[in-house]
């Protein structure tokens, strides 16, 4: 991809069939300006199909469906105050008639206090009640388990059906307030402050609510890291994608939304009060495993441009996206040394039975999902940045590393299985009429 001015490659991923591949990386722009791009690659002929730009970079992107993936746009609306866009496209994009989609825009969601949308994947929930063996969460009693739910800010502008009508009128009323306010003396607000209050004013009716319809198994999740206090990703949010939404075929540039909703709401957010670096699925998509390195307990953001001090141990939190109910205790070993301005992305892996993750004590780590153990501490001589379990054989795990080596760990059991000496073979009986043959000469 150096033809085609990247810097380098971050991530790939493989569709449902094996057919393509998605190689997301840093593309270098004029005046050494970086962003994003992805690439659509062929595995019948490793032809370069399509490629598509991606804002911020860690988006990543992600497949929805065999042929079409997501991607990310990034627009500025203030200093502290954009809006992210999560574009659906078509992987071949070489189309015969002009009329025929091959890009449509899927969500467009606001993003205050410096905060953007990273690391994009999705759960498909059709393959929630395939067989799991993780213990539930009832069968660890004591346990306290952490609820989310919608991202509005109360339960009245998410169930108010007259918010959107009376909007206009709320946001100026709102707008006032905060302006008389600031001028009488009595509301000391920085400028950033003040620029996310008259954002979140702004928003208010103007956002179109989620369309609930969680009893259709087609749908799937859209999952990604956010925020709403600074920069540091500290939420996910989670946005339901109904079937109709799953084609570039329809509305090119969301036109189905309404003249006065500029921004699409959440139906869930996590907040992990922590920076999040990492997440990985389990192999049905149910559970969501999230690497976190906690901020101090009770701390405050008070300027979103300098987030809390983080832990240097990373918290391994998991989620059922089918309960929405966080389900098991942090799984711990690893740790990070990084600030919050320099922090690497650690990914995970989730096999039926184990979950493995990198680290930056230069060490890859496996556990065991179903009771909190930590297996494997497996050496690298830098920091570990991916693992990877073979979709075959779980007992074989790849860790890739900044010392520029990509190593193969297999379990003891199978290591004792290859091993083991194997029985000399016994001779073939001779063929019946092969004996009577040379008995007659």
Known sequence: MRPYNWSYTQFSQFNQDDSLLLASGVFLGPHNSSSGEIAVISLDSFALLSRVRNKPYDVFGCWLTETSLISGNLHRIGDITSC???????????????????????????????????????????????????????????????????????????????????????????????????????????????????????????????????????????????????????????????????TTAGPVLGEGRGSDAFFDALDH?????????????????????????????????????????????????VFDLKTMREVKRALRAHRAYTPNDECFFIFLDVSRDFVASGAEDRHGYIWDRHYNICLAKLRHEDVVNSVAFSPQEQELLLTASDDATIKAWRSPRIVRVLQAPRPRPRPRPRPFFSWFASHRR
Not at 90 to 117: C, G, H, P, W, Y
Not at 275 to 286: A, E, F, K, Y
Not at 296 to 315: K, L, N, T
């Open 84 to 246: 992210s866009v999560l574009w659906l496209n078509n992987a071949f994009q070489d189309v015969e008639s002009e009329n025929v989609n091959v890009v449509k825009r899927l969500f467009k969601i606001q993003n205050l206090n410096a905060s953007t949308i990273r690391t994009v994947m999705v759960a498909d929930c059709s393959r929630f009640d395939s067989p799991d063996l993780l213990l539930d969460a009832s069968d660890q009693a004591g346990l306290p388990c952490r609820v989310f739910d919608l991202g509005g800010d109360t339960e009245e502008e998410a169930t108010d059906p007259g918010l959107h009508t009376s909007g206009s009128d709320h946001v100026k009323k709102g707008l006032r307030r905060v302006f008389d306010s600031v001028l009488d003396g009595h509301g000391q607000l920085s400028d950033c402050a003040l620029e996310t209050k008259v954002a979140e004013l702004l928003a208010q009716g103007h956002t179109k609510p989620p369309e609930c319809n969680d009893t259709d198994t087609r749908n799937k999740y859209l999952i990604f890291t956010t925020g709403c206090l600074t920069y540091s990703p500290h939420q996910i949010g989670i946005k339901q994608i109904l079937p109709h939404q799953m």
């Open 269 to 317: 957010v996590i907040d992990v009060h922590g920076h999040i670096i990492g997440m990985g699925l389990s192999p049905d998509n149910r559970y969501l495993y999230v690497n976190s390195r906690a901020w101090p307990p009770g701390s405050v953001v008070a300027d979103p441009m300098q987030p809390p001090p983080i832990a240097e141990e990373i918290d391994l939190l």
